[in-house]
């Protein structure tokens, strides 16, 4: 397969992007609920929703840089501290934190700006973490097909936080391992600790 066709990102169609009736949605959302948005305040509100939620939920189109393996470079490639904004499916409320994206490289090396834009893609939409984790790591594994893969994301949900349970403070851990990431130990345990994940 000829890898600059099959690595390209192609945008997601946004044909059923609508803003006015996301708009109207909203203030009907918000007056359901006893609040009022007629004041010069929140005038604007419904709008700004509308707008929050289509950027939450657009990825941005991005090419997948990729580069012939040329020098056979065989080690952990690793960036960490990837920024995850995403939303909970189930409360539409935000969840925040970190990625960190490791691959043992095959015949082709990542440009690594595309490591977040990856994570970017598959956070921006409702999504659940353990869900987020393995689309990154199945996604980079089936495009790039390196030796291993490991993605590791760390998120505080404001759905935890703000409601029910209140847990403030608490972290959610989720992990996918790919290759020699996942079958071999001493790989396994070089990506945690590089990553600063205590495995």
Known sequence: MDASTHLRVVHEPDDELDLEAAERAAADFLRALGVHADGEGMRRTPARMARAYAELFTP???????????????????????????????????????????????????????????????????????????????????????????????????CMVLRGVQAIGSTTV???????????????????ALSGVRA
């Open 60 to 158: 941005r189109p991005f090419d997948l840089t990729t580069f012939p393996n040329d020098e056979g470079y065989d080690e952990l490639v690793l960036a960490r501290d990837i920024p995850v904004r995403s939303v909970c499916e189930h409360h539409l409320l935000p969840f925040v934190g970190v990625a960190h994206v490791g691959y043992l490289p095959g015949e082709r090396i990542l440009g690594l700006s595309k490591l977040a834009r990856i994570v970017e893609h598959f956070a921006r939409r409702p999504q659940v973490q353990e869900r987020l984790t393995k689309q990154v790591a199945d996604w980079l594994g089936d495009r790039l097909a390196p030796k291993g893969v490991g993605v590791v994301v760390e998120a505080e949900h404001s």
């Open 174 to 192: 989720t992990s996918t391992l790919l290759g020699t990431l996942r079958e071999d130990g001493r790989s396994r345990q070089e990506f945690f």
